[in-house]
């Protein structure tokens, strides 16, 4: 069971960054996955990374991943640099993976792949890892992500697989288990979340264990191609923080429970 358990901040997207991370140290996970670019993003001063890296490692956590952002709206070569920027800060911040969500607008994929194509060797030096999970339009499929695997072809790009939002965006029409065995091979990061569909609706603020997803099956499918995490909880149920806060700490054991039957 080495696998590295994480929590992202989304959970406690309402408090402010260094509280969240106080939590999420309290709740028993070792590290964390930021994931608000106002927190940092390409044009965060080196005062501010730092000040968010110390808030983290004062809090017993590893500030191991980091939302990332490809911004084409100044067109691919101003992207380019963004995302070089984007990538010195990670590392700065002490993270080991950016996190890519893909993009919905058609026209714009070749200029997306073609970025991370570009930048992924600029991650290799800094020793950043570009992690691309799904979420609708380029990566609605598992199909799409595999494809994208093979546009950027390069070993600091790799999948971060998401069952929740497998469901979620198929709205059910693929399950986590129709094509993980596929994908797995590929996924060198992972987000823990649930999906539940009712009435052609699906909603994935519900605590993991509680929805569609087959969490074991999909584990297993994984630590079967060799994956060695990281894992990131990113969704749980609950209105009020405390109920959110509750649901993490326990969203922790659900995953031990499962991780050490499987190894």
């Known amino acids: ?14 408090i402010p960054v260094a ?7 309290a709740a028993g996970y070792t590290d964390v996955a930021l994931f608000s670019t106002a927190d940092i993003n ?11 890296r110390r808030a983290a490692l004062d809090s017993g956590l590893a500030p191991s991943m980091l939302l990332g ?9 101003a992207a380019l640099s963004a995302y070089r920027r984007l990538i010195d800060n990670a ?3 002490g993270a080991r993976w950016l996190l890519e969500l893909g993009l919905n607008e058609e026209e714009l994929f070749d200029a997306y792949l073609e970025v991370i194509r570009q930048a992924a060797s600029h991650a290799q030096r ?5 992690t691309l999970k799904p979420h609708g339009g380029i990566t609605l499929t598992s199909q799409g ?3 994208a695997h093979r546009r950027v072809n390069h070993p600091a790009f790799s999948i971060c697989y998401d069952p929740g939002n497998i ?13 993980v065995a596929e994908v797995a091979p590929l996924v060198k990061t992972g987000i823990i979340k649930d999906c539940v569909v009712r009435n052609g609706i699906p909603d994935v603020m519900i605590t993991p264990g509680e929805g569609m997803v087959d969490f074991r099956a999909v584990l297993s499918a994984l630590l079967t191609s060799g994956f060695d995490g990281p894992l990131y909880v990113e969704c749980v149920g609950g209105q009020s923080l405390e109920e959110r806060h509750r649901n993490v700490g326990q969203t922790l054991a659900f995953l031990q429970d499962i991780l050490c039957e499987l190894t």
């Open 1 to 14: 069971m080495g696998l590295v358990l994480g929590c992202t901040t989304r959970p406690y997207s309402d």
């Open 19 to 25: 509280d969240a991370l106080a939590r999420i140290a």
């Open 42 to 52: 390409a044009d965060s001063s080196r005062d501010q990374i730092l000040a968010v």
């Open 69 to 77: 952002q490809v911004d084409l709206k100044n067109g691919l070569e």
């Open 91 to 93: 590392a700065l911040l």
């Open 126 to 130: 800094a020793g950043i890892g570009i």
């Open 145 to 147: 992500l595999i494809a």
């Open 167 to 179: 469901i979620y965006y198929s709205k059910g029409q693929e399950m986590p288990t129709d094509h």
